[in-house]
Structures are given as structure tokens and as C-alpha cells.
């Protein structure tokens, strides 16, 4: 029987998923996994758990996206190459609903019992991994912000009520993007980097996948209020490429610098200052995903 090492984050959500530990790992072990849980206490303990699983044969995580971000970056600092079973259980699962894995606990864990496994690409940000996005300039840190009950109470309705409260900072930060032989200095309300196609529920690079070997730039230029509420009923539709507000980058590296002290953001954790320079790793992730994932 393989050995699967199971980390969960008790606090994830609506902390709904010890009530169906017993039913995770009912399906896991009739799917050929003998599963040996470890309850994270707090992100030192994730690597800590990573570092002592060299004997498994894949490593399963229960959380939001902050919680897959440090098991992955755990898991590529230690070489750690085994595949990764992702059973979403956070407030926003972005890179979850890229890969199409749904929210159903024991759906995902058909998925990991399936064997289906596709190897995706990781994007870089100095020294720190990430697998969906990385972003900068304002409103890209609200997930850090919001106080863990009221995330977990009114799930992502917090992100909004934290958003509107920071509309009054909201303006826009001068930026410098190096992409190839191009250099564009523009002042920008955000940028995020994806890696996916999904960020905060939108998908904001429709046509993007995990494993083409490219990172897609989106940033949004300073404009009028109505322009950018126009824009975002165009994000809604997914006509939000063509905009003229629109920065759109598509490529394997950038640099960005930023002369203003302003946070960034990975997989919904707290990111480096500036200067960024992002690019996609030379180390490969191997995931459950499912049969008909493209």
C-alpha cells in the first residue's frame, strides 16, 4: 500500500474539514493509500512535516491557497519530488478551480485515488514559489488583512467588505516592467502574474494553462472611475484583454521595480519587496488532476 502524507490547515474555510477526516481517509485507503494525517499548528510546521516525508509517495493538502503555496515551496526547497493531491477546503481556492479539482471532499479525493497526474510549471518571485499568481499595487493584499472570522463567516464576501474599506488608498503606484527587450514605465492600480488563469474568482487570463512554459502579466493602468468600472464589467465577461487600460504580457521572465513601499502578494500570503523578478522555475510540479483536465 503507498504512503500518503495528508497536511490540513483546521482553520481553512469554514474549518469544516476535520469533521470529514474519517471520510478522507475512508477514500483514500480504498483508493490503495495508507494516510498519515499531520494537523498543521502553524507555517513552520508545514516545512517541519515536509522535511520528514521523504518516505511517501505523494503528499496530500487540505487548505486555501496560502496553505498549498507553502506546502509546494516546502516541498521544492527539499527536492521533494512526489506528486501532490489538493483537496480544497480555503475560503478562496483559486488554483484548485484552474485545475478543475472540485470542492466535494470525496470528488477530490476520487481524483488523487484516479492517478491522473499532470506535471505544471512553477513560477519564481526572487526567492519564493508560487503556482497561481503573484501581484502587486493596491487591493492585492486584502486576503492578508481580513480577520480569519469574518473570512470564515461570510467566506468571500469578506474580501469585498475589505476592499470597499480600502477604497479610499485607492490610486495608483508607478511601476517599471522589463519583459524581454522591453522596458514600460506606467502608473498602474495593480499587476498580477498568473501562472493559471484565475485570481479572486475572475479569470483573468481565459486562454492561460499551468504547463505551457509561460507566465501571463496582466496590470491595470490608471484611469478614470468609470473606465475602470467598465473594465471590470468587461473582466466579468472576459472581454478585458482588449482594453486599452489593459497591460497584457505574455512570457517566461519580467523584472519589476516600484520606488514605493508597497506590499505584494502570493497564492494569498504576504510576498517580497520590490525589486521582483519573476520567472518560471526550471523545477517542475507533478499534481492529481482530473482524467479530462487539459
Known amino acids: ?58 503528499i496530500i493538502v487540505s487548505g486555501g491557497d496560502g496553505t498549498i503555496n507553502h506546502v509546494i515551496n516546502a516541498m521544492l526547497q527539499k527536492d521533494l519530488d512526489v506528486p501532490i493531491g489538493i483537496i480544497p477546503s480555503g475560503t478562496s481556492n483559486d488554483f484548485a478551480a484552474h485545475l478543475n479539482i472540485p470542492k466535494r471532499v470525496s470528488h477530490a479525493c476520487d481524483i488523487i485515488s484516479n492517478g491522473n497526474i499532470l506535471e505544471i510549471d512553477v513560477g519564481k ?18 486576503s492578508q488583512k481580513i480577520d480569519i472570522n469574518l473570512k470564515n463567516t461570510l467566506g468571500k464576501m469578506a474580501y469585498y467588505i475589505k476592499g470597499i474599506e480600502q477604497l479610499p488608498n485607492f490610486r495608483a503606484i508607478p511601476i517599471t516592467i522589463e519583459h524581454e527587450d522591453n522596458i514600460i514605465n506606467e502608473m498602474v492600480y495593480l499587476f498580477v502574474i498568473l501562472n493559471g488563469s484565475t485570481a479572486g474568482g475572475f479569470k483573468l487570463a481565459p486562454d492561460a494553462t499551468a504547463h505551457d512554459g509561460k507566465l501571463n502579466l496582466i496590470a491595470v493602468k490608471s484611469c478614470n472611475l468609470m473606465e475602470l468600472f467598465n473594465l471590470f464589467i468587461k473582466m466579468l465577461k472576459g472581454e478585458h484583454l482588449e482594453s486599452s487600460n489593459i497591460i497584457y504580457l505574455k512570457g517566461e521572465k519580467f523584472s519589476i521595480k516600484c520606488n514605493e513601499n508597497i506590499e505584494t502578494d502570493i497564492d494569498g500570503e504576504t510576498g517580497p519587496l520590490f525589486p521582483l523578478n519573476v520567472s518560471i522555475s526550471n523545477k517542475k510540479l507533478k499534481v492529481f488532476t482530473p482524467i479530462n483536465h487539459i
Open 1 to 58: 500500500m503507498k504512503k500518503a502524507r495528508l497536511i490540513y490547515n483546521p482553520y481553512s474555510g469554514d474549518r469544516s474539514f476535520r469533521m470529514r477526516l474519517d471520510l478522507v481517509i475512508d477514500k483514500l485507503q480504498r483508493g490503495g493509500y495508507e494516510v498519515i494525517p499531520h494537523r498543521t499548528m502553524s507555517v513552520e510546521d508545514i516545512y517541519l512535516s515536509i522535511s520528514n516525508s521523504d518516505y511517501c509517495d505523494c
Open 125 to 142: 518571485i526572487n526567492e519564493r514559489y508560487f503556482v497561481n499568481v503573484a501581484a502587486g499595487g493596491l487591493l492585492t493584499d486584502v
